[in-house]
């Protein structure tokens, strides 16, 4: 056993980091994991965090490695945002907390999950972190591609680079780990194009499985400008429930904590003001993230719309690569029969500008319906 064995296809990734824990020269203080999402950045820098704690260089038994992987060890600090930014004040802190020796481990790991997120002056707060090193501390940045990331930051940290993992890697890791049988393992590692988080949700969630599927099968309906505009809302419809599912009980039993940590009555018809602030920023803070969860989930449907098209495109060319959607062969089937590959060339430009007019600011149920009125079939 080691702390590697959930970072799977990453070999050359793998050899890097396991080769800086056991040679000084080639350790740094700052590192940057990019990957697509669901590559498991994430994961590679728990193992990595683990490996520097650990006596043996990452047994993935100890309990440095142990609580290292699970988020608990006192000096491994992992921060992931909910909020679209990270903010100039948690940069601040984090400078400070990089300044201080370990306190149990060999290392201080400061892993931040969304690098793409921090705010320009939360950048320019960390960037004299990481221009004046600290002799036991590590950062260890994510983010999804180089171009995510402030140039600044990027300059000063070394970068490592993860990719798509195969989709037989991604299953056995949903078998080994999770206990999900096979067949089911196979299929929703290959729905889900690799991304590992995504996966292992729709091999366990019904409710998953139906709502994808239900967006692949938009692909086929759309012959007229109404039916466009009924797929642009039902997509937005369909994300909308799961954030609002993803969300209610958390939003609750937070509000009631705030109310419990200011000694407020929560059955009280009017909170005192200095209660009403607190508890207004937090609608605010959570209202962010609703809006984040909800374009995150957006895009996902748009991925998966994508991987019919693109289903599309194989069947036509007849090359022999398995379709990421072997289970709606039918629907697939019927795209090829009236849409040439140039048509579902445009097809997926439909989609891709969608996801960059959503991921500008553009509201969701515009982009969403120009990208439907695109995708109408031929009468
Ligand atoms: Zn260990």
Known sequence: ?????????????????????????????????????????SVAAKAFAAALQCPDGGCGTCRECRTALEGTHADVDIIATEGLTLKVDLARDLVQLAARRPSVGRWRVIIIEDADR?????ADALLKALEE???RTVWILCAPSLEDVIITIRSRSRHVRLRTPPVEAVAALLVRRDGIDPAMATFAARAAQSHVGLALRLARDEGARNRRREVIALAAKIRSVGDAVGAAADLDLIAKDEAVAASNERDSTERARLL?????????????????????????EQKTR?????????DRSLMDLISIYRDAMVMHSGAPIGLVNQDMADQVRQLVGVLSPEQLLGCLDAIGTARERIDANVAPLLALEAMAISLQLPR
């Open 133 to 135: 090193p600290v002799a």
């Open 290 to 298: 609703a809006t984040r969860f909800t374009r995150d989930v957006i």
């Open 1 to 41: 056993m080691s702390v590697w064995d959930d970072v799977i296809g990453q070999e050359a990734a793998v050899t890097t980091l396991s080769r800086a824990v056991t040679d000084p020269d080639a350790m740094t203080h700052a590192w940057l994991l990019t990957g697509p999402p669901g590559s498991g950045r």
């Open 260 to 284: 419990e940590t200011l000694g407020a009555d929560p059955g009280a018809r009017t909170q005192p003001p200095h209660v009403r602030a607190q508890v207004s920023a937090l609608e605010r």
């Open 118 to 122: 921090l705010h320009e002056r939360a």
